[in-house]
């Protein structure tokens, strides 16, 4: 069976300048992608994130959090998502909970 990374790979080959995403007025091609989550999979990959490594992510939805999750998938890291809108109590109950191996944020987080 093919995974989501095997299978996004696959349409990168067929059609790369294809519309993967449009969000707002900016316009994501398969290719574009395909580079910015490869990219950011060895980023992350440097950072130490390897398979089964817990990824919480505290992010609002937009395409940073779509190429976060497929570049977490690459590495067959977990990405756990939650609201960017929890508070600071249940942020800290969570991350005491899981003791994710890395948080990764849109850098809109207040306390």
Do not use: C, H
């Amino acid at each position: 069976m093919d995974t989501i990374p095997e299978l996004f790979d696959d349409r990168v080959e067929r059609s790369p300048t294809k519309a993967w995403l449009t969000y707002e007025s900016v316009r994501y091609s398969f290719a574009d992608a395909y580079e910015r989550i490869s990219s950011m999979a060895a980023s992350l990959a440097d950072l130490g994130v390897q398979r089964q490594t817990v990824v919480l992510a505290t992010m609002r939805n937009s395409p940073e959090y779509l190429l976060t999750w497929l570049a977490t998938m690459r590495l067959g890291a977990i990405l756990l998502p939650v609201n960017p809108e929890s508070s600071p109590a249940e942020l800290e109950g969570l991350l005491l909970q899981v003791r994710p191996g890395f948080v990764i944020t849109d850098g809109r987080l207040t306390s």
